[in-house]
């Protein structure tokens, strides 16, 4: 260890006067924090370059590529460092130079290029395929401006500019070789040479591609390094248009060069609404072109033929954002490749498989024919191709059923579906949850589930263990090895091993210090942040996603408002003092759910200054909820609240990231809720509400009044009232919160769910005074957490969709090649 130690210390002062010219104790943190991680980075070249050497053989792995535009990756120093095993080292060595490890991971920021669910997954996915050993290689767009960060001002939500790349992310790696164009615009010249028809793409408005690349590490492999390439986009010119400009034409110049970089400006913020703008719809053609581009360049080097194409290559579209790779690998067969149609279609659908993360309709994107055709015309008419062979193949094999062809035709009412796009150009068409892939089998993709039943296939998300409990909360995971081992980590299904401590009072008071430490901490970070005192001792409730009228955030608000009332009627009714944590942001202009957040705070200023409350209630809403701050706030949780209207929720995965780290799920039969009951049993969980059949026969048949729920339920009226009849101030801000449940009928059954809902949080609270029952079911949370690793998501995909093998085994001491190879690397 010494030895180690003090050679990490000889390389790091050496990288810092090698970057800076000077001793590392005169640098500013930031510039410490860039020499740890350039050194790092070389210590991995050192295993990718023999990577690439293995990589020469004629017979090429298959590799996985995941095209998602969002990949919420995050921080990346600390976790490298634990994935690399040699944290504890670096952290020790940089003290002997008198430098705070904590103080150099607080540089980085955290690299918010995606929204959410859609967008943390992915990410996760690339960590677990590269802990795996699959060849997977990320694919997407490197947005100069990530997620907005979120200001809470009088109680609003502000958007301010994420600007991440201020200073440089040192973790990118600039590859201007492998730049490529993507063309748009112009207009489409046939031509009839030797008989064939051939394609000219004329007049096109050129955008050059330049791909930076992040590298995938994963816990204890350094053998296999993948890559995340993200795109950005630059105009052909590294000045202005010369020759508009020398002609006179100035603007024409600068529009040319600002439309282009608006490409890779900013990711659109919204998570649940397809806008339809023109500019999504470059970002989506850009970045499926460019990674297509560096597929087929890649394939080519090792292979002379495409007919092992999809025997060597698989593509996953992560939602339809990427389904323009369908006609775009179309194009490149055919244009450029020469392949005739059925050969190439035949390729490009083995090779494509599709995962649809919504059901909600407002989500689904459909794109009007005349952007399409104005900024993609080669794939506009390759898209009308495939939409007209598929009517006709329909036609043939269902003559009599002509309401399915038009159901899932294409093309319709001058819009592009791009999930049937998807649907059809795909192998494999898989859901996120079982009941989401039930919902998508029988309702929302139906008719094709009954034209293509052999590509309809369930795989439930996972998360990241490592991150969300390994990194994200040491003292557990400390607990965790001392009494099982470290297997757990490699395979998560062995923290069911923990299981027969469920009776063992011992380590049961162990785990709830584990839990009171991590309160500590965050109750720590909200004193510092806003200045408002809460009890670590008080049961924290948390509720944590982005805000969005599905997921019902009002429901929980409505919740405290209740409590509130009935606290102050009878100050000695018998409830356990409880903090209720909020934590998300809005898409700005969605103004709803604008107004929870307003309606959250609105209640956090009435009762955390009621001093007549005693400090039995807090109501926190935490600002700017990021991939850093999850990471603080699960650990502390002990309720999760996972209450959206039952089969509005995919799958959820922060309800995954709860359980591992040990908290109890408060929570519909919705998303993955349904299958963490399944695996912890209903002793040790809380669930109420409507199912999803309930629900979808309302949307159906209707039958709903939200009135008579308002009518019949004092408790319910009076909050509902307090909405509007001026107890949260004279201004008319909830007015539209108040029509939305009365007036518009409760779209989503906040009313309809508010008495079990209730109830179920009080059996909750006496449930949790119970303190070793409670621990205990934490512990079955946390022990049959592992099935929702990432690490068994990629195992199915691997297996069922793409068909390429993966380290499966724990390998002994000597093999943890990572681990033993750093340490070689620092001889
Ligand atoms: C076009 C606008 C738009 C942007 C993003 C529409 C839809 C999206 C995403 C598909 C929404 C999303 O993030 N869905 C979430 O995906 C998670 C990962 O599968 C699930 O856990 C969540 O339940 C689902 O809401």
Redesign the pocket.
Known sequence: MIWLKDSFKKAYVEKFIEIQGSMPNTGTSWEKYRALVVLIKEKMKISQAAESMNDSSPDQEKQVYYFS??FLIGKLLSYYLINLGIKDVVQEGLEELGIDLEDLIAEENDAALG???????SACYLDSMAFLGIPGQGNGIRYKYGLFQQKIVNGFQVELPDNWLKNEYPWEMRKSDNTVVVKFKGHVRTESIKGKLTFFHEDYEPVLAVPYDIPMLGYGNLNRINNLRLWSAEPIKDDLDWVSFNQGDYSKAVAYRSEVEAISYIL?P??????GREL?LRQEYFFTAAGLSTIIRYFKKKNNSFSGFARKVAIHIN?T?PALCVPELMRIFMDEEDLGWDEAWNITVNTISF?N??I?PE???KWPVEIMKSQCPRIYMIIEEIDRRYREEMHHMHPEKRDLIEHTAIIRDGQIHMAHLAVIGSNSVNG??EL?TKILKTQVLKDFYTIYPYKFNNKT?GVSHRRFLLEANPDLSRLISESIGEDWIRQSESLEKLLPYTSDTAFLEKLADVKYHNKCRLANYINDKMNIQVDPSSIFDIQVKRIHAYKRQLLNILKIMDLYNRWREDPSMDIYPTTFIFGGKVAPGYQYAKSIIKLITTMAQRINTDPALGGKMKVIFLENFNVSLAEMIYPAADISEQISTASQ?????GNMKFMLNGAITLGTLD??NVEIRRAVGDENIAIFGLKANEVMNYYQWGGYKSWEEYQNFPRLKRVVDQLVDGSLGSSNEFAGIYESLLRDNDQYFVLKDFRSYTDTWQKVNLWYQHKLSWASSCLVNIGKGGVFSSDRAIKEYADDIWHVPYQNEIPGPQEQSGINQIKHAYK
């Open positions: 535009l969002e929204n959410g669910g859609l967008g943390r997954l659109y919204e998570d649940s609404s397809h806008a999504r939602d954002h995962t993360h919504t909600l989500a689904l994107e996120v949850a989401h998300n929720e995919a799958s959820g995965t998303g993955a």
